[in-house]
């Protein structure tokens, strides 16, 4: 497991304001708990604002909980408003809000389903809220950054692995759809003053969207959520101030840093 580098250990997030959506559960609330941690004013989302309160609170420091459904248009301008009232602003969207494939399937990974006994409706939640809700965030926060001069976003993906795995139908092409976006955000935010990167765990992590029933050696091998938090507080923070369009697997963070020569 990867532990805290000496980059993350030392950033002042001091004056970062962060918003993480889904920030109230599994890789959202790690990555929350580290911006926080390192000083940022840190604002986390659920579509149940009690939720959303509540883990703000548990995280603690500067940390804000707003309501917000990110598959809804409206609840997204209407949150961002709510936002930039009460902050002043963002400099980092984390797009992490999503749902797993417990959703379609709860027992997927012992009994995988072919994607033609996938419900519409059960397409449409995953796809809806990791892909669509991924693009009216970024759309509702990128046009106020570069009015303000700059930002960063962070967009969480998965394994190209997971993307491609049998029985992983809606959980993985929303994945790949994501990282897609990515692309062409950073391809049109190029030569401007918002960044944008792509970050992954690189392999399956101990949340709420693993089955029960997975055996204890399958369940130990797990990695922890906490593995997000040192390259999501580099990302924000003055050493990544040039960071642009890179795709960061968090198990590799380090070795990743020393090739990128920071």
Known sequence: MLGMSAPAAIADLRGVRALVTGGTSGLGRAMAQALALAGAQTVVTSRDRGRAEESAMQIGGNAVGIAMDVRDHDAVHAGVEEIYARL?????????????????????????????????????????????????VARAVVPLMLQAGGGRVVMISM???????????????????????????????????????????????????IP???????????????????????????????????????????????????
């Open 159 to 209: 394994n190209t692995e997971t993307m491609t795995r049998r029985g992983f139908v809606p959980y993985g092409p929303s994945g790949a759809g994501v990282e897609a976006l990515a692309r062409v955000m950073a391809a049109d935010l190029t030569g401007t003053a918002v960044t944008v990167n792509i970050l992954l765990p690189g392999g399956a992590t101990a949340t709420g969207m």
């Open 88 to 136: 002043g602003g963002l400099d980092l969207l984390v797009n992490n809000a999503g749902i797993g494939m417990r959703t379609v399937n709860p027992r997927f990974l012992t009994e995988p389903q072919p994607f033609w006994t996938i419900s519409p409706q059960g397409f449409r939640d995953v796809v809806e809220t990791k892909l669509t809700g991924s693009f009216f």
């Open 212 to 262: 029960e029933e997975v055996p204890d050696e399958v369940r130990a091998g797990l990695l922890d959520p906490a593995i997000m938090g040192p390259p999501i507080v580099w990302l924000a923070s003055p050493q990544a101030a040039n960071v642009h369009g890179e795709r960061i697997v968090a198990t590799e963070f380090e070795d990743w840093l020393a090739r990128y020569g920071r």
